[in-house]
């Protein structure tokens, strides 16, 4: 059965972005791809804003959005298997909806109401936060290649999922992978950091990395690893890491009832902070 990825598009500048990105990994996968738009009615369903043809208005303009983003799609990429989607509902809770039978869901960062330069919308956001498997929320500055996909490395099987999704586009894109694990002593006001072993912490944190990767490192031999082993919030380690990265790959528990929770500290704040393009996989 052939792999689906799945692109929310909303006419912005951002959504063309994710659209251009979601192509490209559509060939590299030999994925179809299908372009989302949702029509969401309820601002329009309140009685005194009412007008007489609106239904013909909304339906022409997402028509005109899903054009433009196939005619995108198409000349990104002209051999990819390429469909469009008009949904009801809101942008959040379609593309989330869609979550169960896709590959990848690719988002832009801000679209439409966004702020420039900010990565993050409450689109993406929401779709990052519930939405189970791979979320990509794309940068549009991503047509600069560094050859590089890093991933969050932690002790967790949590990161499982992430190492599989960020070795898979490593292979697809011949890039390096660099997994970064970043440590800290452990925080304690009235204890000074010499009060610990450092190089014996920094030793151990190593040697784990090593254990987890192991097993993929034999399961995809022609992907070159890094075995990227820091003294450094995780956050700052991979926001860093992210200015030459094509894609930061983080794994995300899905603890908590809120969606800015349920993405965790440490996704969201790579989230906000990323330079280039973020994939959010679940556990």
Same mark, same amino acid.
């Given at each position: 059965?052939?792999?689906?990825?799945?692109?929310?598009?909303?006419?912005?500048?951002? /959504?063309?972005?994710?659209?251009?990105?979601?192509?490209?990994?559509?060939?590299?996968?030999?994925?179809?791809?299908?372009?989302?738009?949702?029509?969401?009615?309820?601002?329009?369903?309140?009685?005194?804003?009412? @007008?007489?043809?609106?239904?013909?208005?909304?339906?022409?303009?997402?028509?005109?959005?899903?054009?433009?983003?196939?005619?995108?799609?198409?000349?990104?990429?002209?051999?990819?298997?390429?469909?469009?989607?008009?949904?009801?509902?809101? /942008?959040?809770?379609?593309?989330?909806?869609?979550?169960?039978?896709?590959?990848?869901?690719?988002?832009?960062?801000?679209?439409?109401?966004?702020?420039?330069?900010?990565?993050?919308?409450?689109?993406?956001?929401?779709?990052?936060?519930?939405?189970?498997?791979?979320?990509?929320?794309?940068?549009?500055?991503?047509?600069?290649?560094?050859?590089?996909?890093?991933?969050?490395?932690?002790?967790?099987?949590?990161?499982?999922?992430?190492?599989?999704?960020?070795?898979?586009?490593?292979?697809?894109?011949?890039?390096?992978?660099?997994?970064?694990?970043?440590?800290?002593?452990?925080?304690? /006001?009235?204890?000074?950091?010499?009060?610990?072993?450092?190089?014996?912490?920094?030793?151990?944190?190593?040697?784990?990395?090593?254990?987890?990767?192991?097993?993929?490192?034999?399961?995809?031999?022609?992907?070159?690893?890094?075995?990227?082993?820091?003294?450094?919030?995780?956050?700052?380690?991979?926001?860093?890491?992210?200015?030459?990265?094509?894609?930061?790959?983080?794994?995300?528990?899905?603890?908590?009832?809120?969606? @800015?929770?349920?993405?965790?500290?440490?996704?969201?704040?790579?989230?906000?902070?990323?330079?280039?393009?973020?994939?959010?996989?679940?556990?």
């Amino acid at each position: 059965m052939n792999r689906v990825i799945v692109v929310g598009a909303d006419g912005s500048d951002a /959504a063309t972005s994710a659209v251009e990105w979601a192509a490209d990994d559509a060939a590299r996968m030999a994925a179809r791809l299908r372009i989302v738009h949702a029509v969401d009615r309820s601002p329009y369903e309140i009685a005194r804003f009412s @007008t007489p043809g609106q239904d013909d208005v909304i339906m022409l303009s997402a028509q005109s959005v899903l054009s433009d983003a196939e005619a995108a799609a198409r000349k990104r990429q002209p051999g990819i298997d390429v469909g469009c989607e008009r949904l009801q509902g809101a /942008a959040a809770a379609v593309l989330r909806s869609r979550a169960g039978d896709c590959a990848e869901i690719v988002i832009g960062g801000t679209g439409l109401g966004g702020f420039p330069g900010a990565v993050l919308g409450s689109v993406s956001t929401h779709v990052a936060g519930y939405a189970h498997g791979p979320v990509v929320v794309v940068r549009s500055d991503h047509d600069t290649v560094h050859g590089e996909v890093v991933v969050g490395l932690d002790d967790y099987h949590a990161c499982e999922p992430a190492l599989g999704y960020a070795f898979e586009q490593a292979m697809l894109r011949a890039s390096t992978l660099r997994a970064l694990c970043a440590w800290q002593p452990p925080a304690h /006001a009235h204890i000074p950091d010499d009060a610990y072993d450092l190089d014996e912490i920094h030793a151990t944190q190593s040697r784990t990395a090593a254990a987890i990767l192991q097993g993929w490192r034999q399961r995809y031999p022609q992907v070159p690893v890094i075995e990227d082993v820091r003294r450094a919030h995780p956050v700052n380690a991979l926001i860093g890491a992210s200015a030459m990265a094509d894609l930061v790959v983080v794994g995300s528990q899905g603890r908590g009832a809120i969606g @800015t929770v349920m993405l965790g500290s440490v996704a969201l704040g790579i989230l906000y902070g990323a330079r280039n393009s973020v994939a959010v996989v679940r556990s």
